[in-house]
């Protein structure tokens, strides 16, 4: 099948349109003339996970993250964006990226359902689809009453994470979580405005952190790779369906630091 095939399907599924204006995702290098048998997907385009997929044989890689934000004025091997540059054009790999737009239609459900929240509603709203509220994040109801110190494990468990930071009393019960994948400090006034209990989500600073607690709100930072990694999965099984004729392969699941 042509490459073309392939990013009008993931257009479809999710457009750019849907995307946040500072974004960019789509097609970010290659030919969509092109044939794809093998598509390799990751979190993201790092040269670690560029070297997998070409030993994978791989002629297309989808990533959650694009690694081209902004313009760029020279692509030479002096950068490690201009060596991975070269090497896709070199190898004959179309790379596509698919960032806020996953994240709006894909990734704040799939979160939810790891995180076993029921009867959700958004937590940011961006828009509308089928008349229905789109945008960032989740808030629900959790599976039962339980203290922080519990939902924490549970959050651990279900990501299959080595660790987690918690903010808050660990004895305190809690009833109700939102989530947001990723960074999602932002979005904490959306929390406080739903009246959630606890927020999972990743990249949260030292003095985020405190001050949140003081506004009656207690944090689970489960990490940025931590929350998003499952996009990876999630969209083997969504191609898998979509194009059993292709190979969909995913990059080595490595968090990028090390708890000693």
């Not at 009453?145 to 930071?165: I, W």
């Not at 709100?217 to 194009?243: C, N, Q, S």
């Amino acid at each position: 099948m042509k490459v073309k095939e392939l990013t009008d399907w993931l257009g479809g599924n999710f457009p750019a349109a849907v995307a946040e204006d500072w974004d960019n995702v789509g097609l970010l290098t290659g030919d969509d003339e092109s044939e794809v048998k093998h598509v390799f997907l990751a979190l993201d385009l790092t040269e670690t996970v560029l070297d997998e997929a070409i030993r994978a044989g791989a002629d297309m890689i989808v990533t959650h993250h694009p690694m081209i934000f902004s313009g760029i004025k020279k692509i030479n091997n002096h950068s490690f964006t201009g060596r991975k540059i070269i090497s896709l054009v070199r190898h004959g790999i179309s790379y596509y990226a698919m960032h806020t737009n996953y994240d709006i239609l894909g990734m704040a459900d799939l979160s939810a359902g790891y995180l076993e929240l029921s009867d959700t509603k958004v937590l940011c709203a961006t828009g509308e689809k089928d008349g229905e509220p789109i945008g960032f994040g989740r808030v629900g109801n959790l599976p039962c009453e339980m203290t922080l110190k519990e939902y924490a494990l549970l959050v651990k468990k279900n990501l299959k994470l080595s660790d987690v930071k918690v903010y808050g009393n660990l004895e305190q019960t809690v009833k109700t979580a939102a989530v947001c994948t990723g960074s999602g400090k932002s979005m904490i006034q959306d929390v406080l405005a739903a009246g959630a209990d606890v927020y999972v989500t990743g990249d949260i600073d030292h003095h985020t952190g405190i001050d949140t607690v003081a506004q009656g709100l207690a944090i689970i930072d489960a990490g940025h790779y931590g929350t998003e990694y499952i996009f990876m999965e999630d969209m083997k099984e969504r191609l898998a369906k979509a194009f059993p004729e292709l190979t969909v392969s995913c990059a080595k699941v490595r968090s990028p630091y090390t708890i000693l």
